[in-house]
C-alpha cells in the first residue's frame, strides 16, 4: 500500500481581489522508504501542496490518504520540517525532543525509550540537558528532525528547511539529515527551491509548472555511487545533466532576461549554492 497518495488535489484561494488557482490537478504516489523532491517556481503552490498533504488546509477538490486513510485534518502520523526550527528556549534538547508526544498524550515509556535511543544515537546525548541557544545552527536543525522522527511519523514533509542555513552549515546539515532519513527508513516529500538540493536528496524530482501547477515531470535520480550521500552526488558527473535539465525544465531560460521572474537573478551556478 502507498504510504502517500494525492489524487487529483486542486486548491483555488478565495480572496476579495478575486480567485487564485494555485494547484491545477495533482496526482502521485510515495511508497515506503522514498524521498521525493518537490520543485517549482516560487509562488506555484508547493506550501500549498505540503499544507493539504498535512491536513492543515482542506483542498478544493481531490483527496490525500496517508498509509490508506484519508486526511480530513490535522494528522499525527506526518511529520512537518520548517524553516525555523521552533525549538522552545525554556526547554532543555530532551524536553523539546518529548514536546511532540507530550502534546499529543503519546509519552509511554515506549515512546520515551525511542526518543532518548535517537537522542543517542544521533549525538544529542550529551547535549540532552542543554538550552537550544547553547548549540549550534547545524545542531538545532538535528534536534528539529529528531523531535518530528520521535512521534513515529509515516511521512515527513519538509519546506525550505534548510534555506535559513549559511551555506557551510547547509551542507553540513543536508548530509546529516539525509543520512537520518536514510537510516530511519522514512518516506520523505522536500519541497526546494535549490536545484542542487533537489537532485542530491530525492529519489524522485517532481517539477511543478508555474501557477496554476500541475507535475510538468517526474525526473528519476540515480548517480553511480556505492553509498550515495548529497556531497557525493554533486561530485557525479551526471549532476550536471540533472542540474541543466531541471533548470530548462522550470523555464529559467525564459527568466533569464526578465528580473520580475521567479528566481531570476540566479545563475545556474548561483542556484546551485
Ligand atoms: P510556493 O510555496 O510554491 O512559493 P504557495 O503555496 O505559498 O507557493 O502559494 C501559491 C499561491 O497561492 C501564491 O500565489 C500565493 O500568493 C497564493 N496563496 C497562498 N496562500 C494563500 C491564502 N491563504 N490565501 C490566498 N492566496 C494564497
Ligand atoms: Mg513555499
Known sequence: MAVLSVEGVRQVYQSPA???VALQDISFTMEKGDFFSL??????GKSTLLSIIAGTLRPTAGRVTVAGEEVTGPNPHIGYML???????????????????????????????????LLETYGLAE?????????????????????TLAVGPDILLLDEAFSALDYQTRMEVTEDVY?????????????THDIAESICMGDQVLILSPRPAVIRETLPITFDLPVR?????????????????????LGMHETDSDPSGSLAGESPVSAAE
Open 18 to 20: 478575486g480567485e487564485t
Open 179 to 191: 543520512g537520518i532519513i536514510r537510516r530511519e527508513q522514512v518516506t520523505a516529500l522536500m519541497v
Open 229 to 249: 550521500t548529497p556531497l557525493r552526488c554533486r561530485g557525479c558527473p551526471a549532476f550536471a545533466s540533472y542540474f541543466d535539465h531541471i533548470w530548462k525544465e
Open 127 to 147: 547535549f540532552a540537558n542543554s538550552r537550544p541557544s547553547q548549540l549550534s545552527g547545524g545542531m538545532r536543525q538535528r534536534v528539529a528532525l529528531i523531535r
Open 83 to 117: 524553516q525555523q526550527d521552533n525549538l522552545l528556549e525554556w526547554r532543555s534538547i530532551r524536553q523539546n525532543v518529548l514536546f511532540g508526544l507530550e502534546i499529543r498524550h503519546q509519552l509511554t515509556p515506549e515512546l520515551r525509550d525511542r526518543a532518548d535511543h
Open 39 to 44: 520543485v517549482g517556481p516560487s509562488g506555484c
